[in-house]
């Protein structure tokens, strides 16, 4: 029965059609999987086992009277920073301590009105911020992967650690993940899986705790294509509760899976082979060019020249728009507060205890860069940076259909060893950050294994709401690549 | 140095997060390094370029001014560190 866990999220729905096996039986056999092995990595924040086993029950009795929905009785995880209601939410901060939402957020709404079963909610880097997943409160998640020859603990990558690792270590079908920077895509290049940022707008962010709300989209990380399509469908779709939800209809993203490419445009970015970028990086990324090119692509060289620039503006309007965000943690109306004599010490206690070290850091970047004197030489300057960036991409697709990249610079990293260094941290996301700041979509697949035997991705980079024409080119590189290799058996 | 020891003492003050006097100068530091890496953008040519506001080309949506929502306090008041009778309880404001 363990072998369950380790089905695609389509085979596991097309086992329940089939009546091969129930939502109960899938939905034990993934708490069993949990309980053996989540203590080793922390992925799961929380659990709700009770809650799983009702939702399956119930799944079951809709598919016994022919009523089942499109993701009906399938076992998912949720990133910590989608409020559940009723159901502990913390965003991997201290300083929202026991809050229980009275809400749902819409992208998990969706996800249990199609009939999807949470198994619990998944650890996080704190607020979303960092890329190691090393900044939660409770702890970073260890990688179900590790490197030939070695026992080091690994980073899933972050900030949706939880979610990459549990996917990878078969402790849930699929999850929900969020991306400001880079947070589905290098954790799912990180371990073998696959992430999609959609366009921004395609996904509600109401619900969503916010990290920095014009860069903010939900995506889930999934162990296929086909499976990322399944998922995105169900969790996209305009809200009326998010002014910047994007009033279309969501088509149904699996139409896209095996359609013939052969024609499409694609794009190579010179600015993204950047210097000390690993040979075996370049490599997979000529390798992914062949694969294109064989299915019928035309490939081109565009340029993309303020891609230098993008990770010095994403760390102004990132932090500026956190710093904004964050002020609402002041103690008063929910989560954690601190002790003082006033109320401007309580404010001042509730946060220097509440926020972690990362997330102080770019509070204080954030106000700085926002305050008398310097919001025009910084903010200001950042945005009309941030025009220019997406005004590259305007002009490279006037003659491409998509962008080939790779989703990092680096396979996944040992814990700790980048945690003194900030901007050392904060390069994981040049690959990626480019389409947050543009709105655009980048999806990320797994492309092949380092002589480290570690997983890299490629991403596709795609116009504003063509996922379409990206999931096609993904799921012709999925065939291409042929990537079987899974992290050693825990538990 | 573009920030000093002040000057992140007045950040902190205006973020609302105390910091203890002997985290002010590392602090300092780490946030010099940031902004030195930052300070790149100035080789970026944006005259006449307007500041990028909004990664969707939309406006935003209007409603009617109507209550939507609303006349629910135990929600509302669920998750907070203290209440009374249906009120938050805050540290005194007002001498």
Same mark, same amino acid.
Request: net charge negative; hydrophobic share 40%.
């Given at each position: 029965m363990s072998e369950?866990? =380790? %089905?695609?999220?389509? #085979?596991?729905?097309?086992?329940?059609? /089939?009546? +091969?096996?129930?939502? !109960?039986?899938?939905?034990?056999?993934?708490?069993?999987?949990?309980?053996? !092995? /989540?203590?080793?990595?922390?992925? @799961?924040? %929380?659990?709700?086992? +009770?809650?799983a086993l009702e939702a399956a029950k119930a799944s079951d009795a809709r598919r016994a009277a022919g009523t089942a929905g499109p993701l009906d009785g399938?076992? !998912? $995880?949720?990133? +910590?920073?989608?409020?559940?209601?009723?159901? =502990?939410?913390? #965003? $991997?901060? =201290?300083?929202?301590?026991?809050?229980?939402?009275?809400?749902?957020s819409t992208v998990t709404s969706h996800l249990w009105r199609d009939g999807a079963v949470m198994l619990g909610k998944l650890n996080m880097d704190e607020f979303a911020m960092g890329s190691s997943n090393e900044t939660s409160a409770f702890g970073p998640v260890v990688s179900p992967w590790r490197a030939k020859d070695s026992n080091r603990s690994l980073t899933p990558g972050g900030s949706s650690g939880g979610s990459a690792s549990a996917v990878a270590a078969d402790l849930c079908l699929a999850a929900t993940a969020s991306d400001t920077g880079g947070s589905i895509r290098q954790p799912a290049s990180f371990t073998g899986t696959v992430g999609i940022k959609p366009t921004y707008g395609l996904c509600s962010r109401f619900g969503m705790v916010a990290f920095a709300s014009s860069l903010d989209q939900a995506g889930p990380i999934t162990r296929s294509v086909e499976d990322a399509a399944l998922m995105l469908s169900s969790m996209a779709g305009h809200d009326p509760r998010d002014s910047t939800s994007l009033a279309l209809p969501v088509p149904d993203f699996s139409q896209f899976l095996g359609k013939s490419v052969?024609?499409?445009?694609?794009?190579?970015?010179?600015?993204?082979?950047?210097?000390?970028?690993?040979?075996?990086?370049?490599?997979? &990324? +000529?390798?992914?060019?062949? &694969?294109? =090119?064989?299915?019928?692509?035309?490939?081109?060289?565009v340029r993309l020249p303020h891609t230098r620039y993008a990770?010095?503006? @994403?760390?102004?309007v990132a932090p500026a728009e956190a710093s904004s965000n964050l002020a609402r943690y002041d103690g008063m109306r929910f989560g954690y507060r601190g002790e003082g004599a006033n109320l401007t010490e309580v404010y001042e206690t509730t946060r220097a205890e509440g926020f972690g070290e990362e997330v102080k850091r770019r509070i204080l970047i954030g106000t700085y860069v926002l305050s008398a004197g310097y919001y025009d030489a910084y903010y200001l300057k950042a945005l009309k940076v941030r025009a220019r960036i997406a005004e590259d991409f305007a002009n490279a697709f006037q003659e491409v259909d998509a962008i080939l990249t790779p989703t990092t610079?680096?396979?996944?990293?040992?814990? $700790?060893?980048?945690?003194?260094?900030?901007? #050392?941290? @904060?390069? /994981?996301?040049?690959?990626?950050?480019?389409? /947050?700041? #543009?709105?655009?979509?980048? %999806?990320s697949l797994p492309a092949g294994l380092d002589s480290q035997g570690l997983p890299l991705g490629l991403q596709l980079i795609g116009r504003a709401l063509d996922e379409g024409t990206l999931f096609s080119l993904a799921s012709t590189m999925e065939q291409a690549a042929g990537f079987t290799a899974r992290p050693e058996p825990w538990g | 140095m573009a920030i000093d020891v002040d000057t992140v003492r007045k950040v902190a003050r205006l973020a609302r997060i105390a910091e203890p006097e002997d985290r002010l100068a590392p602090l300092a530091q780490e946030l010099n390094g940031i902004l030195q890496w930052i300070e790149q953008l100035a080789e970026v040519d944006t005259d006449g370029v307007a500041p990028m506001t909004s990664a969707v080309a939309q406006t935003l949506p209007m409603r009617d001014d109507v209550v939507t929502d609303g006349g629910n306090p135990a929600p509302v008041l669920g998750n907070a560190p203290r209440t009374d009778q249906g009120f938050f309880v805050v540290p005194k404001v007002v001498e």
């Amino acid at each position: 029965m363990s072998e369950l866990t =380790r %089905l695609t999220l389509k #085979a596991a729905l097309d086992g329940l059609a /089939n009546k +091969d096996f129930s939502s !109960v039986e899938l939905t034990e056999a993934f708490l069993r999987r949990i309980e053996a !092995v /989540n203590p080793q990595l922390n992925a @799961y924040v %929380l659990t709700t086992p +009770d809650r799983a086993l009702e939702a399956a029950k119930a799944s079951d009795a809709r598919r016994a009277a022919g009523t089942a929905g499109p993701l009906d009785g399938a076992p !998912v $995880g949720v990133k +910590d920073l989608f409020c559940t209601e009723g159901v =502990r939410t913390t #965003a $991997g901060s =201290r300083i929202l301590g026991e809050f229980v939402p009275p809400y749902e957020s819409t992208v998990t709404s969706h996800l249990w009105r199609d009939g999807a079963v949470m198994l619990g909610k998944l650890n996080m880097d704190e607020f979303a911020m960092g890329s190691s997943n090393e900044t939660s409160a409770f702890g970073p998640v260890v990688s179900p992967w590790r490197a030939k020859d070695s026992n080091r603990s690994l980073t899933p990558g972050g900030s949706s650690g939880g979610s990459a690792s549990a996917v990878a270590a078969d402790l849930c079908l699929a999850a929900t993940a969020s991306d400001t920077g880079g947070s589905i895509r290098q954790p799912a290049s990180f371990t073998g899986t696959v992430g999609i940022k959609p366009t921004y707008g395609l996904c509600s962010r109401f619900g969503m705790v916010a990290f920095a709300s014009s860069l903010d989209q939900a995506g889930p990380i999934t162990r296929s294509v086909e499976d990322a399509a399944l998922m995105l469908s169900s969790m996209a779709g305009h809200d009326p509760r998010d002014s910047t939800s994007l009033a279309l209809p969501v088509p149904d993203f699996s139409q896209f899976l095996g359609k013939s490419v052969k024609g499409l445009r694609i794009g190579v970015p010179e600015e993204y082979r950047i210097d000390g970028m690993p040979d075996e990086i370049v490599r997979l &990324w +000529d390798a992914g060019v062949a &694969w294109l =090119r064989a299915a019928g692509c035309e490939i081109k060289s565009v340029r993309l020249p303020h891609t230098r620039y993008a990770l010095p503006a @994403y760390y102004i309007v990132a932090p500026a728009e956190a710093s904004s965000n964050l002020a609402r943690y002041d103690g008063m109306r929910f989560g954690y507060r601190g002790e003082g004599a006033n109320l401007t010490e309580v404010y001042e206690t509730t946060r220097a205890e509440g926020f972690g070290e990362e997330v102080k850091r770019r509070i204080l970047i954030g106000t700085y860069v926002l305050s008398a004197g310097y919001y025009d030489a910084y903010y200001l300057k950042a945005l009309k940076v941030r025009a220019r960036i997406a005004e590259d991409f305007a002009n490279a697709f006037q003659e491409v259909d998509a962008i080939l990249t790779p989703t990092t610079p680096s396979a996944a990293f040992p814990l $700790g060893e980048k945690q003194d260094d900030p901007v #050392a941290m @904060y390069l /994981n996301d040049v690959f990626t950050v480019t389409t /947050n700041l #543009a709105g655009l979509p980048g %999806l990320s697949l797994p492309a092949g294994l380092d002589s480290q035997g570690l997983p890299l991705g490629l991403q596709l980079i795609g116009r504003a709401l063509d996922e379409g024409t990206l999931f096609s080119l993904a799921s012709t590189m999925e065939q291409a690549a042929g990537f079987t290799a899974r992290p050693e058996p825990w538990g | 140095m573009a920030i000093d020891v002040d000057t992140v003492r007045k950040v902190a003050r205006l973020a609302r997060i105390a910091e203890p006097e002997d985290r002010l100068a590392p602090l300092a530091q780490e946030l010099n390094g940031i902004l030195q890496w930052i300070e790149q953008l100035a080789e970026v040519d944006t005259d006449g370029v307007a500041p990028m506001t909004s990664a969707v080309a939309q406006t935003l949506p209007m409603r009617d001014d109507v209550v939507t929502d609303g006349g629910n306090p135990a929600p509302v008041l669920g998750n907070a560190p203290r209440t009374d009778q249906g009120f938050f309880v805050v540290p005194k404001v007002v001498e």
